[in-house]
């Protein structure tokens, strides 16, 4: 078992023809994910690799039965491209781009919500997602991860490999592992990955990465505290960094106290989380739940 | 992107938002022409992107050119928090019945855009928010239906303004809303939006951040790029597409993602040491982005040695490791560097990097040992 993908899931890419849609497609498809297609208006009716290529997400879902699509087209394109994706009944939108205006981020997340609110979206600017073994969506380099009891969840793209890489060097292994990105508005939160791992069997473990800025830190400690019955292991990156981008008064008044790393760690301590203040210090702690499962 | 105050109101008048007529100065005699052209008394405004520039001495009334004279002399070159004035925003003083406070942003935790409205304006609005939150009028606007003018009657009518601001407050905030949104900015603040003595309103400050993903659709943003105020570091790492922000330690960071760079800082930290620098060469990094990152690290006269973190998911190791090899043929580096390489193609990165490895450059395999190597390098020198 696992979370949101495995090795049935079927999925197509949208922007398949550009330098990175075809890297990944294949990539992807080469660690046994069922890429089934790919999305180009221009490039209709050829293949990238032998995958073929379709001139909607609409006729793509219609011929290969795909309920996942993952989004690779240029920033100016993203919001179209994912409008798309959930008018074609696409269950799950992956959104890779980076570089989204927040204003269409903020738009399509709610026209999605409100027209078709069985669509999820990932990201966007998101690393994607792993279950293990069986289906590799987006940029994770999971090759070497074994799989295992533990779930991963983690704001930032790279310390969501970080977090695979210090779970493997441990021999511990990995259910499924979701990079929720950490733009302005990112689609699917860390509360909707806990509650999915909390009624996942196979899951018994939760590490998750947060990062300063905004509140979802302060919200998942909530829902775990409330909600979960697994333990969860978490690290805050920018215990030590300055204040990312400064929102001016405005933001302030929405974050208040929240926002720093130090509030936030200790929002997930109050919760019965464990917390590391780094990286490898998580996985260290990670390795004693294990021993303890 | 941070707006200045006259590029704020620039951008506001875009939008029909009302200002007071005015002018940039950067000299002195500037400041006397654009006084006469706006009309005395005018007020003195010290341009820089800092707070508390009253109080610091940065804004003037004066009531005749003999007056702008001796505020713009003493205005121009002052030190506001680090903040040295350059330049000067002259416009006609307003008389000022009431002071008020308007702003939208994005709320993160809603997902919704927030629009607030408060009739205790011109004071910091966050000092407002502690002591009386209920003075401050909120409002959820749904971005599929935008700001309705019942939204903005219900927000002027819920903060208590005065009745004959009403109209006024609300074209404001309608304007203010498009101004926000077709002009991607991702904070729009008037504080204070003022109701004059003859019952009209208007914007007498302008607080606008602009929304840097969207610059591919606002060619006209390009005006605002030369003047800003910006530590020489950052402004030659904006040029090369790197998202850097200035340390004050010794410990140089390179970092692909914002989230690995804060946690290399995080590391560094823990280890005992100082990060001169938050650097994110970012998602799918070239060899040429490595090699301007280095070079921007190294102008950085207070670096001692620099940590280079990578986790490569889009970016490549043999990428990364021929950035590093171009730098090191390009330009003398001043610092000795570690590296720690992981993740996409990082065999390949290592295998280059293996011929080129000495005292100056040392490959680490874990984020903590690289650290602390880092550090050790640089106590040592």
Known sequence: MSIFVNKDTRVIVQGITGSQGRFYASRNRDYGTQVVGGVSPKKAGTDVDGIPVFPTVAEAREATGATV???????????????????????????????????????????????????????????????????????????????GPVGIVSRSGTLTYQALKELGEKGIGVTTCVGIGGDPVPGMSFIDCLAAFEQDPDTRAVIM???IGGSAEEEAAA????????????????????????????GAIISGSKGTAQAKMEALTAAGVKVGLNPTEAGDLMAEVVAGL | MDLFEYQGKQYFARYGIPVSAGGVADTVDDAVAQADAAGYPVVVKAQVQVGGRGKAGGIKVAANADEVREHAGNILGLDIKGHVVRRLWIEHASDIAEEYYASF????????????VSARGGIDIEA?????????AK????????LTETDARA???????????????????????????????????INPLILTPEGKVHALDAKVTLDDNARFRHPEWDDFDNVAETDPREALAKEKGLQYVGLDGDIGIIANGAGLAMSTCDVVNQVGGKPANFLDIGGGASADTMAGALEVINTDDNVRSIFINIFGGITKGEDVANGIVQALGRVELKAPIVIRLDGTNAEEGRAI??????DRLISVPTMVGAAEKAVALARKV
């Open chain 2, 105 to 116: 942003t994005l709320d993160r935790a809603a997902k919704k855009h927030l629009a607030m």
């Open chain 1, 69 to 147: 699509s993952m989004v690779l087209v240029p920033a100016p394109f993203a919001a179209d491209a994912v409008m798309e994706a959930a008018e074609a009944g696409i269950e799950l939108i992956v959104s890779l781009t980076e570089g989204i205006p927040a204003h269409d981020e903020a738009l399509f997340y709610n026209s999605v919500k409100r027209s078709f609110p069985d669509a999820r979206i990932l990201g966007p600017n998101c690393p994607g997602l792993v279950t293990v073994g069986e289906c590799n969506i987006g940029f994770i380099p999971a090759e070497v991860a074994l799989p």
């Open chain 2, 128 to 136: 407002v928010a502690e002591e009386d939150p209920d003075a401050i």
């Open chain 2, 353 to 358: 990097l293996a011929g080129h490895e000495s």
């Open chain 2, 155 to 189: 927000l002027v009518t819920d903060a208590g303004l005065n009745p004959k601001a009403h109209d006024g407050a609300v074209a404001i905030l309608i304007a203010l809303w498009r101004c926000y949104t077709e002009g991607d900015a991702d904070l729009v603040e």
């Open chain 1, 209 to 211: 990465f947060g990062e």
């Open chain 1, 223 to 250: 829902f775990i505290a409330k909600e979960m019955s697994k333990p969860v292991v978490a690290y805050v990156a920018g215990v030590t960094a300055p204040p990312g981008r400064k929102m001016g008064h405005a």
């Open chain 2, 139 to 146: 409002r959820h606007i749904d971005p599929v239906d935008g």
